[in-house]
C-alpha cells in the first residue's frame, strides 16, 4: 500500500492547523468527540508516557508492543534493541542496503490517556474520559549516524522525564550500535475524547443509583534514592521534584475544558465561578 500524499510533508511545514483526513482517519461513530487539529494530536501524544505499536512483519505476521516514545516537531521517534524482532523486520526491508532510510513498515500507533471513569444508572451507559491518538504509518525512517539517533533517544528521554538527558551521560559509541531507533512520519492520525458527565436516559434519571465521575489523575510519588546516591548524599534533582507540579497544571486545564465542553454549559460556567469565589475566599 503507497503512503498517503499527506505523508509526503510534515503538516505544520505546510502551514495547516490541521491533518488532513483519509479514509483510514475518517471520523465514525460520534464524529463530534474526535479532532484532526494538529495541536489537540500533539497536546495528547506529549502528555502520554507509552504507547502500542501494531505492525506487520515482512512475514505477514501481525505484532503489538508497548513501547516508550517521542515526538520532536512532526516525527515520532521509536527505539529498542538492534536485535529485537521490529528492527530485523526493518533491516530484512532493507534487503542488504544499510543506507535505505525510508523502509515499508505497515503500523498502527495508539496513545490513550484515562481521565475518569464514567458511571451511569444504567450499565450500558458506563464509560470512560479519556483522550486518545490514532497514527497510521506505511514507512518508517531507520536511523543510521549517531547524531541522527541521539536526537531520537532525546525525544523519547524528554517525553518520559523532562530534564533528564542533559542530567545523565550521554550514549556509547557502543550503546548507539546496540540500539535501533527509528522515526514515524506524523501524518495520517486523528484524536478522539470524551469529557463531562454520563449520559443516562431519561426514564433512568429517577432511579436512586449514583451516578457522576471519577476523576483518575497521574501522581508521581517521591523520588527514591538507590543507595550509591544516599551514600554521596545527591539531591534530588528539581526537574522529579517539579513533576507532579506540572501535572496539576494540566489537570486543571483539562478540568476547566472539561466543565466547557460538557452538555451543560451554563451549569458548567456556574460551578466554575463558584470555585473560583470560594478560592478567592480562602485565600484572603
Not at 78 to 102: C, I, N, P, V, Y
Not at 128 to 139: K, P, Q
Not at 143 to 155: N, T
Not at 259 to 266: A, F, K, R, V
Amino acid at each position: 500500500m503507497a503512503a498517503p500524499p499527506s505523508a509526503t510533508l510534515p503538516p505544520c511545514q505546510k502551514g495547516l492547523e490541521a491533518f488532513e483526513v483519509s479514509q483510514r482517519t475518517k471520523l465514525g461513530r460520534k464524529p463530534g468527540r474526535g479532532s484532526h487539529q494538529i495541536e489537540k494530536v500533539y497536546g495528547i501524544l506529549d502528555e502520554g508516557l507509552t504507547c502500542t505499536v501494531s505492525y506487520l512483519t515482512p512475514d505477514g505476521e501481525l505484532r503489538a508492543l508497548p513501547q516508550l516514545f517521542g515526538r520532536d516537531g512532526d516525527w515520532l521517534y521509536l527505539h529498542g534493541s538492534s536485535s529485537a524482532g521490529m528492527f530485523k523486520g526493518l533491516r530484512k526491508e532493507a534487503k542488504g542496503d544499510k543506507k535505505k532510510q525510508e523502509l515499508k513498515f505497515h503500523a498502527v500507533v495508539t496513545v490513550a490517556l484515562v481521565d475518569g471513569l464514567v458511571l451511569a444508572r444504567s450499565l450500558m451507559h458506563h464509560s470512560i474520559n479519556y483522550r486518545s491518538v490514532v497514527l497510521f504509518a506505511d514507512t518508517a525512517h531507520v536511523l543510521h549516524s549517531d547524531e541522527e539517533k541521539c536526537r531520537g533517544l532525546r525525544a523519547i528521554t524528554e517525553n518520559t522525564v523532562k530534564g533528564r538527558w542533559n542530567d545523565a551521560r550521554q550514549p556509547s559509541k557502543e550503546e548507539l550500535t546496540a540500539t535501533g531507533v527509528m522515526k514515524i512520519r506524523i501524518s495520517e492520525c486523528s484524536a478522539k475524547f470524551r469529557t463531562g458527565p454520563p449520559g443516562d436516559d431519561k426514564k433512568d434519571m429517577s432511579l436512586s443509583y449514583w451516578a457522576g465521575v471519577v476523576p483518575i489523575q497521574t501522581v508521581y510519588g517521591e523520588p527514591v534514592p538507590d543507595k550509591e546516591c544516599q551514600k554521596k548524599r545527591i539531591p534530588v534533582p528539581d526537574y522529579l521534584l517539579k513533576q507532579n507540579d506540572m501535572i496539576s497544571d494540566r489537570n486543571l486545564l483539562d478540568w476547566v475544558r472539561s466543565l466547557i465542553e460538557g452538555p451543560d454549559i451554563l451549569v458548567s460556567l456556574l460551578v466554575l465561578i463558584f470555585g473560583v469565589i470560594i478560592g478567592l475566599q480562602i485565600s484572603v
